[in-house]
């Protein structure tokens, strides 16, 4: 019985060795340019989900009406465009070179407005470890937060006075 669970335990150290020096001598392209690894996304996109859990049930605090959807385009301009793309335009060059890349928020892409708004509004708070989604906890007000996540929401259907702000160039 012990020659047995010695054969398990060293074949376990040779498997985490293999993998080790697997990884370390250039087995695993790390570049941004390479595709996800195997299982990846899989792994990625279900640690994510359990770390928002509930969260996605919550609900907004405030209306998704014109007032707070303004609110949110400002306050998408200001901090997330720059990544994650302008109304009616592709990614942004900065955007590509990140990985993983981006979702393109806004239209053209699909953006998350089939996303919970709780989940989305998680998200903005907590970022996502191992991205380069920070955390806007401490940077944005709950308030924006909501906002931001309900005009994330509402990409799809979003009315022509907000559309509008998200068109404008910036002024400095």
């Known amino acids: 019985m012990i020659k047995f669970l010695l054969g398990i335990v060293v074949g376990i150290g040779l498997l985490l060795l293999a993998g080790y020096l697997f990884a370390t001598r250039g087995g695993i392209f790390m570049g941004t340019k390479g595709g996800p690894l195997p299982l990846e996304e899989s792994i990625t996109s279900k640690a994510i989900s359990a770390s928002i859990g509930r969260s996605a ?49 806004l239209q053209p892409g699909k953006g998350v407005t089939d996303d919970p708004v709780g989940a989305t509004h998680w998200v903005v708070k907590n970022g996502i470890r191992f991205s380069a989604m920070p955390s806007y906890d401490g940077k944005l007000t709950d308030t924006e937060l909501w906002q931001v996540s309900l005009l994330l929401r509402n990409a799809d259907k979003l009315p022509s006075p907000v559309q509008e702000v998200l068109r404008q160039q910036a002024s400095n």
């Open 57 to 105: 049930e919550d609900q907004s605090p405030l209306p998704a009406d014109e007032t707070n959807l303004v609110a949110g385009a400002h306050v998408y301009k200001q901090n997330c465009a720059g990544c994650h793309g302008q109304l009616d335009q592709s990614a942004s060059t900065f955007a590509t070179q990140l990985y993983p890349h981006p979702p393109q928020l």
